[in-house]
């Protein structure tokens, strides 16, 4: 039973993981867009979204920059 317990959590961790990544390339795409088409505010609110919801992922750490990048424009 442990052997499938395991295998279950794996597979449970690797569908989170996956819908992470799904996430925040949907997220910060979106947010590039708004940079490019000038509408910073609209591209803050997807930054904000990767941050709050996937805080220690790499692409939190990229959205907090992009963030620093944009408070330096304004």
Same mark, same amino acid.
């Given at each position: 039973?442990?052997?499938?317990? *395991?295998?279950?959590? =794996?597979a449970? @961790? +690797?569908?989170? =993981? &996956?819908?992470?990544?799904?996430?925040?390339?949907?997220w910060? &795409? #979106? *947010?590039?867009n708004?940079? =490019?088409?000038?509408?910073?505010?609209? =591209?803050?609110?997807? #930054?904000? &979204?990767?941050? @709050?919801?996937?805080?220690?992922? @790499?692409?939190?750490?990229?959205? &907090?920059?992009? #963030? +620093?990048? #944009?408070?330096?424009?304004?």
């Amino acid at each position: 039973v442990s052997a499938i317990a *395991a295998i279950a959590t =794996a597979a449970t @961790e +690797e569908a989170k =993981a &996956r819908k992470m990544a799904a996430d925040c390339r949907s997220w910060m &795409r #979106l *947010a590039d867009n708004f940079i =490019a088409n000038q509408k910073p505010g609209d =591209a803050h609110r997807y #930054l904000v &979204r990767i941050i @709050e919801t996937y805080p220690d992922s @790499e692409a939190a750490a990229k959205a &907090r920059r992009m #963030l +620093e990048e #944009l408070r330096k424009k304004r």
